[in-house]
């Protein structure tokens, strides 16, 4: 797939796509993403006196919980949801009207292909934060600098392809249920990992004493 990202493993190369993408999640991953433009009830119902509707208005809309009927209560709140997670990003980012008008017919909501739009999120996220690193003019304070990111989309996914990729880590920090589905669904962790925990475990099941790398590094296939 020439969408995939590559990443480096130190022993190898791993392969996170819109395929690996699917089987995690468990999201529609075919068929069209073709949003209609018309105009939105619900924008015009709830939030007419905003203009760009944010996840932060969604939040408080429904923390209100001020409806007209329990259907619209529903479809707000899959909105929520769907802003919170598969396609999560800034509370402040306004959101395109044309989903409202989709959550305002459920059978058609229901069958779109989430998965199609929360992987080039997703992807375009991760691509970003490489892109924008290898362009940083920052020098770095240690051999091995901390880097802190900010993942929009879905980053649950690809923690659990980290999980499924690397044993090191998923054998320390994970427990696993074999036949769960999706396949996100069969990991768990119960302790909170440290940058500083994750890079020992790695380099310590690689032979490796000091930070003189990165664990992972992103292939450059971004573009």
Same mark, same amino acid.
């Given at each position: 797939?020439?969408?995939?990202?590559?990443?480096?493993?130190?022993?190898?190369?791993?392969?996170?796509?819109?395929?690996?993408?699917?089987?995690?999640?468990?999201?529609?991953?075919?068929?069209?993403?073709?949003?209609?433009?018309?105009?939105?009830?619900?924008?015009?119902?709830?939030?007419?006196?905003?203009?760009?509707?944010?996840?932060?208005?969604?939040?408080?809309?429904?923390?209100?919980?001020?409806?007209?009927?329990?259907?619209?209560?529903?479809?707000?709140?899959?909105?929520?949801?769907?802003?919170? *997670?598969?396609?999560?990003?800034? $509370? =402040?980012?306004?959101?395109?009207? !044309?989903? @409202?008008?989709? +959550?305002?017919?459920?059978?058609?909501?229901?069958?779109?292909?989430?998965?199609?739009?929360?992987?080039?999120?997703?992807?375009?996220?991760?691509?970003? *934060?490489?892109?924008?690193?290898? $362009? =940083?003019?920052?020098?770095?304070? !240690?051999? @091995?600098?901390? +880097?802190?990111?900010?993942?929009?989309?879905?980053?649950?996914?690809?923690?659990?392809?980290?999980?499924?990729?690397?044993?090191?880590?998923?054998?320390?920090?994970?427990?696993?249920?074999?036949?769960?589905?999706?396949?996100?669904?069969?990991?768990?962790?119960?302790?909170?990992?440290?940058?500083?925990?994750?890079?020992?475990?790695?380099?310590?099941?690689?032979?490796?004493?000091?930070?003189?790398?990165?664990?992972?590094?992103?292939?450059?296939?971004?573009?």
């Amino acid at each position: 797939m020439g969408d995939a990202l590559w990443f480096d493993l130190g022993e190898g190369f791993g392969r996170f796509s819109m395929y690996e993408f699917c089987l995690i999640t468990g999201l529609k991953c075919v068929g069209s993403t073709h949003l209609p433009v018309v105009e939105s009830r619900l924008i015009s119902r709830y939030f007419s006196a905003v203009r760009g509707v944010s996840r932060e208005n969604l939040e408080l809309q429904i923390s209100n919980a001020k409806f007209d009927n329990d259907d619209d209560a529903v479809k707000l709140s899959l909105l929520y949801i769907l802003f919170c *997670i598969p396609l999560s990003n800034a $509370s =402040s980012v306004k959101i395109d009207p !044309t989903f @409202f008008s989709l +959550a305002d017919n459920l059978d058609v909501f229901n069958d779109f292909s989430w998965g199609v739009i929360a992987w080039e999120a997703t992807r375009a996220a991760i691509c970003n *934060i490489v892109e924008n690193r290898m $362009s =940083s003019t920052r020098l770095p304070k !240690t051999k @091995f600098d901390k +880097a802190r990111y900010s993942i929009s989309g879905f980053p649950h996914a690809l923690l659990v392809w980290v999980y499924e990729t690397i044993p090191a880590i998923s054998s320390k920090f994970t427990s696993k249920y074999e036949k769960a589905i999706p396949r996100m669904l069969s990991w768990t962790t119960a302790v909170n990992v440290s940058y500083d925990h994750t890079v020992i475990t790695v380099m310590t099941a690689r032979g490796h004493n000091r930070y003189d790398h990165l664990v992972i590094t992103v292939m450059t296939t971004c573009a």
